[in-house]
């Protein structure tokens, strides 16, 4: 599995991104998704997680409320609505697919990453 990541800028604090992950095969709509990030000096956290099938999502607790994963199996492409962006959010974005179905804050369920975006948010 490929995934490909866009979508990143640099944006104003209180402002709004939406991330992309492109996956390169099928198989896609089996596998767990998420969003993880990490900033410079900085260990990656979990951002946002979504079930194989879009029915369950998990959030980490800076982000809930304002951000929002979603999936489209049919294009096979994962999203992340970024709302009321703050400063502390700067980081790479980094997508990542499951070993399993479901909707794991773990980073060592994910076994492809992608390559990141840059999320920059200025104050």
């Known amino acids: 599995v490929q995934l490909q990541a866009s979508g990143g800028g640099l944006v104003q604090a209180g402002g709004s991104l939406r991330l992309s992950c492109a996956a390169s095969?099928?198989?896609?709509?089996?596998?767990?998704m998420g969003w993880f990030r990490q900033a410079p000096g900085k260990e990656r956290e979990f951002v946002a997680a979504i079930s194989w099938n879009g029915r369950s999502t998990n959030y980490a607790d800076s982000v809930k409320g304002r951000f929002t994963i979603s999936r489209d199996n049919a294009k096979n492409t994962l999203y992340l609505q970024m709302n009321s962006l703050k400063p502390e959010d700067t980081a790479g974005y980094y997508c990542a697919a499951s070993r399993f179905g479901s909707d794991s804050r773990s980073a060592s369920s994910y076994n492809y990453w992608g390559q990141g975006t840059q999320v920059t948010v200025s104050s």
């Open positions: 095969r099928r198989t896609f709509s089996n596998n767990g």
